[in-house]
């Protein structure tokens, strides 16, 4: 989902928490009845005996009323929190009991020698028992946490609308301090797990180690348990008895009768040989009459339906079924057999255990999930078709239900769709507002279920209850293309707007989907009469601009009633109506800046062995380096955390460390490194790395995956700040949490474009394509020595000193022709700026070639991001001192601009002095109106493209002056334009893809009919600049407040 929506509203959140944790959804903090109350209290007529002495007779009713009724609210709060105390008190008690009886039952297993390579049968069962323990630790670790947060977050809402100071005080004395919010419990509860497991690990394989020194092993004290050979000597007659050598197995039972533990151990036979063995050797143990047919494994609690059920076994079920053995007996998971049978698809078993207990077909486990619902999710049609003849419920009975259609929906399998649909299963929305048509098009499946859907009812236009998005906007936002054209076949209402008034053309232009933003855009096109064509677009403007005025003015309104509860005014200064002015922005000195970019998601990064293993993590990132702090980012990986940043001061010794831990455990899952080299390599500015995750006993069991630039300081002598101006931008905020609208800068006028490359020897010259042809021959200009590059212009006919000459004497009247002229002109960066007047200003657009360019033209020469930088830089540094010492009051204006993120990156680190801007090639008008095939004068190498979202990311976190995005899109998008801005970012508006010359720019307050490509090129609302087709960067001028 877009992030521009936010993070997912907590009301939401939390009902999606407690249809997650259906065992712990009635204990859960009441956050929508606590919002209730606050809004009920507002509205109550103030009680006089309650009001405060001396309170200021101005104060807003609302919040007046809110005081006079604080002890109600609190009152209320704090029967919350006991509930919440309460019950997780009772967990604790439980979870320790649990746990200490799994330990003993470990201590029982290691007390016996590992004699053969397998380990004991009960091994396994009591491995699953402390996945389970750590599963269900989790869950509660989750209830504390999603409680801890709404408490916070309705102190804030109180304080908030009452104008208190209330939430810190009172997290501090009143909830932190309650047993439930103290995770040292927790902490050692996981930790003792993870130890206990890992330990029991190692045992199982032959290896004697114990992680726990505090509690070693008393053999002699578990020894008596059983003798130390039962077991092995139990699984050496099965083993013989599975190659066909049944008598001795009979044998090996008739001994066993006068045994005093023969029930006990013919029965654990018996379920240890389920998974594995024959019909035959099953019914020669059962034939003893040793086994007890109705026992349960004292670990995870399943009988020999579970096991038959999970393993396939018909034989097992038709025994248990004809001994009676009770169908309705629930695991340690709260599974029935037959939600095995569904799992697994296993349809005749289903089709026997309904007819032996029709009354178990809707019994829901400790997820919540029925029958039904694991059919579905693990698109078992069979078995769901044989549930629903048997008349399974289809329809929730209450909010904590789970949805099967949703479900069905969420993953796709349209027949089982069909069959609920049929059944008149109804369109309801599940706990996050989500109706069925919002999952299919959120997750990309197929848009017949839109058709199916849609012949029983569904509307196309419902608006979900999260963010009042349509089935559009979900798909638009995820990049389902299927789904967005089918909605649109289907007539739904394209230019519909969310909560923030913003349509789903927005979303796909965030997110960076082109195919959707080209769908939207067209059918808006073939909507609109040829006369306006961007008519919906106006008016959605217009409605924007009143939404964003009317909450402008309600967040005066509230200034201007600030208050305490005491009557003592607010002593914080309000903001400043002089634009703050930034200048420069952050760079290296001396240190190096290493960023790691993680992939999010659960299939992204972090990769176990076994799928699966460790559902709830935290990985820790840090170095040996003492001044660097480590983080920590929790699992799966996020969007907003995916990005990890150092400064070192020496790569020899800086080696990252990447340690996953148990969400809220401290002891170590694995481990992995990376070391110095791969940092410090020449060609290691930028790069992928795969690295194997190790356990604590050194067995890999994954991999981490990340990518990682390096950035070094400027290698050469940097422009002193003293003696050289900075650049610099005003911005309307001041605060640490917003970076503020960018209200102006130091950039204005025009700025000539010179695409810069460098040659093989590192000399920087002016040349618009990767690649030259010589001969025919296409040869990367980075394969060229700068004599070489140079006698290929020779041999084009170009005269380089009437090239310079024109340079000098010129090109300040005639910047376009100037443009033209150098961009083929064969001369390097150090001669163009010797021979350019001081008052032109140069727009640096470097040509950087993408990994995928680089490998498909070979460019094998190509010097890495650092020393294509260092090489730019220098040349501009010792111009900027030449000019200086020829006349100390002129500084030419230098921008640096690129499509390639990680020159811009690597520019920006290494010097304070010139602003960068990254250019994004998204929504060029070629794409917009087909028939058009414009292009810039000068027709450029490296143009890319990439989502809004991902170029406002890099530039706002890599301190970027702002970026260029093309005019078409932003046009097509206006709102683009406030989301960017508001970022901190300078906006310009590309139109360089427009070849006429005449100046389109003006014609945008005529009311005169125009095309879509007249009218893309218009200078959208509230931009700082324009890129021009004939290579000048015009920057508005400064108001300088």
């Known amino acids: 989902m877009a992030s521009t929506c936010g993070k997912r509203k907590f009301g939401k959140q939390i009902q999606r928490r407690q249809l997650d944790l259906p065992e712990y959804a009635a204990s859960f ?24 002495a001396g309170a200021a007779q101005d104060v807003p009713e609302a919040q007046a009323a809110l005081r006079a009724n604080k002890e109600v609210f609190f009152f209320r709060l704090e029967r919350e929190i006991e509930k919440v105390n309460a019950f997780y008190l009772q967990k604790e008690a439980e979870f320790s009991l649990r746990l200490k009886t799994l330990v003993d039952k470990k201590r029982v297993i290691q007390s016996r020698a590992v004699t053969n390579s397998k380990a004991p049968a009960n091994y396994v069962s009591l491995f699953e028992g402390f996945q389970q323990f750590d599963g269900d630790l989790n869950k509660l670790q989750q209830f504390v946490e999603i409680n801890e947060t709404a ?28 047993p439930c919010f103290n995770r040292d419990v927790l902490r050692d509860l996981s930790d003792r797990a993870t130890t206990a497991r890992l330990e029991l690990e190692a045992w199982a394989e032959g290896e004697n180690i114990h992680f726990d020194t505090i509690r070693p092993v008393d053999r002699s004290a578990v020894s008596q348990s059983f003798g130390p050979d039962e077991e092995d000597l139990d699984l050496q007659i099965l083993q013989s008895a599975s190659s066909g050598n049944l008598q001795t197995l009979r044998e090996w039972a008739a001994k066993l009768q006068p045994s005093p533990d023969a029930s006990i151990r ?19 143990l059962l034939e003893s009459g040793l086994v007890d047919i109705n026992a349960e494994d004292d670990i995870n609690e399943r009988n020999c339906l579970h096991e038959a059920a999970i393993s396939g076994r018909e034989f097992v079920l038709k025994a248990g079924l004809t001994a009676g053995v009770e169908i309705s007996r629930c695991d340690v998971y709260g599974r029935l057999p037959l939600h095995y049978a569904c799992m697994h698809g296993r349809v005749e078993m289903v089709r026997e255990l309904l007819k032996a207990g029709p009354h178990t077909i809707d019994v829901m486990d400790h997820d919540n999930f029925t029958p039904l619902i694991h059919s579905i999710v693990k698109d078992q049609l069979a078995c769901a078709e044989q549930l629903l003849c048997n008349n399974a419920r289809i329809d929730p009975t209450s909010e904590s239900d789970h949805i099967p259609l949703n479900l069905a929906c969420q993953y796709g399998s349209i027949p089982i769709v069909q069959m609920l649909l049929e059944r008149d299963a109804r369109l309801l929305p599940d706990a996050e507002g989500l109706y069925p048509q919002h999952m299919v098009a959120r997750a990309s499946q197929s848009p017949q279920l839109l058709l199916l859907l849609k012949q029983h009812g569904a509307n196309m236009d419902q608006r979900d209850k999260l963010y009042q998005w349509t089935p559009l906007f979900h798909a638009a936002s995820e990049g389902c293309v299927g789904c967005l054209r089918t909605l649109l076949e289907l007539g739904v209402d394209a230019g519909a707007v969310d909560e923030k008034g913003l349509a789903a053309m927005y979303y796909a232009a965030w997110e960076g989907h082109l195919e959707c933003m080209l769908l939207l855009w067209s059918h808006s096109i073939t909507l609109q009469s040829p006369q306006k064509p961007l008519g919906f677009l106006n008016g959605l403007k217009l409605q924007d601009s009143c939404h964003d005025h009317a909450s402008a003015m309600d967040d005066l309104t509230d200034a201007d009633n600030i208050d305490t509860a005491d009557g003592i005014p607010d002593l914080s200064l309000p903001p400043p109506i002089i634009p703050l002015r930034r200048y420069g922005h952050n760079f290296l000195d001396k240190k190096v800046f290493v960023q790691i970019l993680f992939d999010p998601g659960s299939t992204g990064s972090i990769l176990f062995d076994q799928a699966g293993r460790h559902p709830a993590a935290r ?49 170590v899952i694995a481990k992995t490194v990376a070391l110095p080299n791969m940092f410090k390599a020449e060609s290691s500015s930028t790069g992928t790395c795969s690295l194997p995750l190790f356990d604590p006993r ?26 050289f101006a900075t650049y610099w931008k005003a911005t309307s905020a001041a605060d640490h949490e917003h970076n503020g609208l960018v209200t102006g800068s130091s950039l204005s006028g025009d700025h000539i474009q010179l695409f810069v490359q460098l040659t093989r020897d590192r000399v920087p010259v002016l040349y618009p394509q990767f690649a030259i042809e010589c001969h025919g021959i296409e040869i990367p200009i980075c394969q060229l020595t700068y004599n070489q590059f140079r006698a290929v212009g020779v041999e084009r006919g170009v005269d380089h000193l009437e090239m310079l000459r024109f340079s000098q004497q010129s090109a300040l009247n005639d910047l376009a022709q100037a443009h033209r002229q150098l961009a083929s002109s064969f001369l390097s960066l150090r001669d163009v700026f010797h021979h350019l007047p001081l008052s032109v200003s140069v727009n640096i ?49 230098v921008v640096f601009t690129s499509y390639n993120p990680n020159i811009c990156i690597a520019l920006n680190w290494k010097q304070p002095n010139y602003p960068v801007l990254l250019c994004n090639d998204l929504g ?22 990439m989502s809004i979202k991902d170029s406002a990311r890099i530039a706002q976190s890599n301190n970027f002056m702002g970026l260029i995005c093309r005019s078409s899109l932003l046009n097509v998008v206006p709102a683009l334009v406030d989301t960017v801005k508001e970022l901190g970012l300078v906006l310009v508006a590309d139109t360089s893809d427009d070849a006429s010359q005449s100046d389109r720019l003006d014609v945008s307050q005529t009311t005169d009919p125009v095309g879509v490509a007249d009218w893309a090129y218009r200078m959208p609302d509230g931009v700082n600049g324009v890129m021009k087709a004939n290579g000048i960067l015009r920057f508005n001028d400064t108001i300088d407040m």
């Open 845 to 893: 657009s470097v040509l950087y070639p993408s990994a995928v360019e680089e490998r498909a033209s070979h460019m094998t020469s190509l010097p890495d991001v650092n020393t294509f930088a260092d090489a730019i830089l220098t040349e501009v540094f010792d111009h900027a001192r030449i000019a200086r010492d020829q006349n100390p009051d002129i500084m030419r204006s």
């Open 29 to 52: 903090v009441n956050y929508k009845a606590l919002k209730k109350l606050i809004k009920q209290l507002s509205a109550t007529p103030t009680i006089p005996a309650q009001s405060v």
């Open 698 to 723: 050194l067995r890999s069991i994954g991999q981490l995956r990340f990518n990682f630039q390096v950035i070094k300081p400027y290698h050469g002598d940097p422009l002193e700040i003293t003696h």
């Open 266 to 284: 013919a029965t654990r036979t018996f379920l240890a040989a389920i998974n594995e063995f024959s019909d035959e050797v099953l019914a020669v």
């Open 619 to 667: 990985l820790t990132i840090s170095s040996k380096l003492s001044d660097l702090i480590p983080r920590t980012i929790m699992l799966p990986i996020q969007e907003d955390s995916r990005m990890i940043s150092f400064q070192v001061d020496n790569l020899d010794t800086f080696a990252v460390d990447f340690e996953i831990f148990p969400t809220f455990g401290s002891k």
């Open 151 to 178: 408490m916070s977050k309705i102190l804030k809402k109180w304080d908030k609308t009452s104008k208190s100071r209330m939430k810190e005080l009172y997290l501090h004395r009143a909830v932190e301090v309650q």
């Open 924 to 945: 060029q008008i070629r794409d917009l109106a087909r028939d058009v095939n414009a292009l810039p004068d000068i027709n450029s190498s490296g143009r890319a493209s």
